[in-house]
């Protein structure tokens, strides 16, 4: 099986690729690669994502026919795409950090920056914190209720259909911190910061 995490000049994402190697143990052959033909061919897909939303579809964009490859790949051809925070929020119609920036469309919504009650609330939101499965997503295998995952954002995605929403936490208000819908998947928490409970958010990712 081919795993092709896709490196666009999104920063640093060394950890993510450490934990799928990790994970992967020489079983799953993992490339990192923003090579379009890689991508195309291989079986499962990670769009890692750091910055801002801007910044991210920026990158995308500057590599001639990505974006194009990605939506054949998730969209047309249906296989598995796990999103990572930035790469999660991209899956939006648009998003409102930096300007109003087009996202990719995959999931109806928008992605806006988290009421922090007039200052109540710290942004970003870093750290540990706890969430609520909502659904039973196929990456939750063995994940129990009220994990501790980590988080690094000021933006949050808001999904227009509730029933791809997997995951919430609580910061401010109940934010979306997971999503699922058909072959897509998507993070807002890091799941190769996560420690334990991580590592086997990107197995179950891995043996979909």
């Known amino acids: 099986m081919n795993v092709t995490i896709v490196d666009y000049n999104s920063g640093n994402i060394s950890s993510v690729i450490n934990s799928f190697k990790e994970v992967a143990k020489d079983k799953v052959?993992?490339?990192v690669t923003s090579d379009l033909n890689k991508i195309k061919?291989?079986?499962?897909?990670?769009?890692p994502g750091q910055g801002s939303f801007k910044s991210c579809i920026d990158a995308l964009n500057a590599i001639n026919g990505l974006v194009d490859t990605l939506n054949e790949f998730a969209i047309n051809n249906k296989k598995p795409l796990l999103g990572i925070?930035?790469?999660?929020?991209?899956?939006?119609?648009?998003?409102?950090?930096e300007i109003e920036t087009k996202?990719?469309?995959?999931?109806?919504?928008k992605v806006s920056r988290i009421d922090n009650q007039n200052g109540e609330y710290k942004l970003p939101h870093i750290?540990?914190?706890?969430?609520?499965?909502?659904?039973?997503?196929k990456i939750f295998q063995d994940i129990e209720n009220d994990s501790h995952?980590?988080?690094?954002?000021?933006?949050?995605?808001?999904?227009?259909d509730k029933n791809v929403i997997s995951a919430t936490t609580d910061y401010s208000s109940s934010i979306v911190c997971s999503v699922e819908k058909e072959n897509i998947f998507g993070t807002q928490f890091h799941p190769e910061k996560s420690d334990k409970m991580g590592l086997q958010i990107i197995r179950n990712f891995i043996s979909l």
């Open 29 to 31: 052959n993992i490339e």
């Open 41 to 47: 061919s291989s079986d499962k897909v990670v769009l």
């Open 85 to 97: 925070c930035v790469g999660l929020q991209m899956f939006a119609d648009v998003g409102y950090e």
């Open 103 to 109: 996202g990719l469309g995959w999931i109806s919504g």
């Open 127 to 137: 750290g540990w914190n706890q969430i609520k499965i909502v659904k039973q997503s």
């Open 149 to 160: 995952m980590y988080f690094v954002h000021s933006y949050e995605f808001i999904p227009e």
